[in-house]
């Protein structure tokens, strides 16, 4: 349950006179002040109605400044030494006739009159300014809410956005498989659980359980969940804040719900669309070399004695090729499968970077045709820590795509070099090429770049798993399309050395 207790600043606070202590000792200066001008300048004045209004000056600037208490008490105090101090006779308190009693009574009347006014105009200007940093308040909560990318980020967002501007406990609830439940499964209390429900089945926006106040949260079509608070003391609080304040957290729980669900359908989607992938790729990789084993065995078994040697031989290398073929696609999806589960389920080795480029195009040459496969050696031995497996299928796929893309008698360079920090790679072929806008594309799972019918197709596995191995062992992947007279593409692998 998310409990928030929450300190006011001081500019919040409804003034309480008689507890300030800074307010009287202002107020006393003040007339203090008034009092010894009023001395000093009796003589130059002459006059006491003349001294008085120095009084009331004095009166009218401590309610200004301190309050109307201090005003109504300093305006007492001021009478009574203005009798005593500036009427005459001086140092004397009289009341005997009219024309004594006169001048104190209007002094006291006007200096109580001007010290209400201005403690008045005082307070108000204080309840405007604090209603006006309440908004305020509203307005920072009601943007960063706005932006809350989850429902439990709004918790986190009411605790810095609200934070020392309210002074009562705060907890939120939501509604979790129709019943209330606190944000924070970890807390519990069972009184504050209770009003939540009670005011989310209620009709009522707002319940009240002295000493808390429960608001219920709505969203544009129904409720979302409530908000439980303590009753703030002292009216220290905008009636018609809290209410703001609930409609503000309504909405933000209701959109963060929608984001939720919008989330949940769009990885929704995104797997469908990868078990279509998968499943269309699966089939079509799958198919194509059985047909062609199936169609080559079952000639052999058929007409095999009547075929020469040169046919028979000729069906049999087709069937072991789609064998291969077969056998690379089923170890693609185990390592992609290995590859998913994280570089903790990986183990490197010190590998020699030579040795793995020349083994591999040992293997991949018979599947080039009339394509050449040249390795260009790096000037020094680059060793590498990798996993010998994945590093071998990684460059074969990226050797297999560069046959499986360019022409007969076109040439496959292989080159291999090295800095103080890495190893590269860099395999070119004299191909189609492959558009800018794919350039990132091609290293997602299942993707192949858009060719007319005739072209060739992959299984759109091959440089997805050779970009996992590479940024699973700290190196990096990429791809330079064309790299000559419009032709051609560079896949770019980058090692770290040992």
């Not at 908004?135 to 429902?151: C, G, H, Y």
């Not at 089923?330 to 083994?359: F, H, K, P, Y």
Request: net charge negative; proline share 4%; hydrophobic share 45%.
């Amino acid at each position: 349950m998310a409990i928030m207790a929450i300190g006011v600043p001081e500019a919040w606070r409804l003034p309480d006179f008689f507890n300030r202590q800074q307010n009287w000792v202002s107020a006393a200066a003040i007339l203090i002040t008034s009092v010894l001008a009023a001395v000093v300048l009796k003589p130059v004045l002459d006059g006491e109605v003349s001294s008085g209004l120095i009084f009331v000056f004095g009166i009218t600037l401590v309610g200004a400044t301190s309050g109307l208490a201090a005003s109504l008490v300093c305006a007492l105090i001021a009478s009574a030494i203005f009798n005593f101090v500036v009427a005459e006779p001086v140092l004397t308190f009289r009341l005997t006739t009219g024309e004594d009693l006169a001048p104190p009574i209007i002094f006291t009347l006007c200096a109580i009159v001007s010290g209400v006014l201005a403690g008045r105009l005082k307070d108000r200007s204080f309840e405007l300014g604090q209603a006006n940093i309440q908004l305020e308040s509203l307005l920072e909560t009601s943007r960063r809410l706005q932006a809350a990318p989850d429902i439990f980020s709004i918790e986190q967002i009411l605790k810095t956005s609200v934070v020392g501007k309210l002074d009562f406990d705060l907890s939120l609830f939501r509604i979790h498989e129709g019943n209330a439940a606190p944000f924070d499964p970890a807390e519990h209390h069972l009184e504050l659980l209770t009003l939540a429900a009670e005011v989310m089945k209620s009709e009522k926006a707002i319940m009240r359980a002295p000493p808390h106040i429960a608001y219920r949260l709505d969203g544009s079509r129904t409720c979302v969940g409530a908000l439980v608070v303590r009753e703030p003391d002292h009216g220290r609080i905008e009636p018609t804040f809290l209410p703001a304040l609930a409609s503000l957290i309504g909405l933000a729980l209701e959109r963060a719900q929608f984001a939720e669900v919008i989330a949940e359908a769009e990885a929704t989607a995104r797997t469908e669309e990868l078990k279509s992938a998968l499943l269309s790729s699966v089939s079509h990789d799958l198919r194509t070399p059985l047909t062609t084993i199936s169609a080559s065995a079952s000639s052999l078994i058929e007409y095999g004695a009547r075929f020469d040697t040169e046919t028979a031989n000729s069906l049999l290398r087709g069937i072991v090729d789609e064998c291969e073929r077969l056998n690379r696609f089923t170890a693609n999806l185990l390592e992609l499968s290995r590859l998913q589960s994280g570089v903790a389920g990986l183990s490197g080795q010190i590998l020699s970077v030579a040795d793995i480029v020349r083994s591999v195009a040992q293997r991949a040459r018979p599947r080039a045709g009339k394509r050449e496969i040249k390795f260009v050696a790096p000037r020094e031995e680059i060793l590498v820590e990798a996993d010998t497996a994945l590093f071998e299928l990684a460059l074969t796929n990226v050797i297999q795509n560069a046959i499986l893309y360019s022409d007969d008698g076109s040439i496959i360079l292989v080159q291999a070099d090295g800095d103080a920090r890495f190893c590269t790679l860099n395999v070119t072929d004299q191909g189609c090429g492959i558009p800018k806008e794919d350039h990132y594309r091609v290293f997602d799972r299942f993707y192949r770049v858009k060719r007319n019918e005739a072209s060739p197709q992959g299984s759109g596995l091959g440089l997805a798993i050779a970009k996992g191995f590479v940024e699973a062992f700290g190196g990096v992947i990429e791809i330079m399309s064309p790299v000559m007279g419009g032709h051609g593409t560079s896949v770019i692998i980058r090692l770290p050395r040992k």
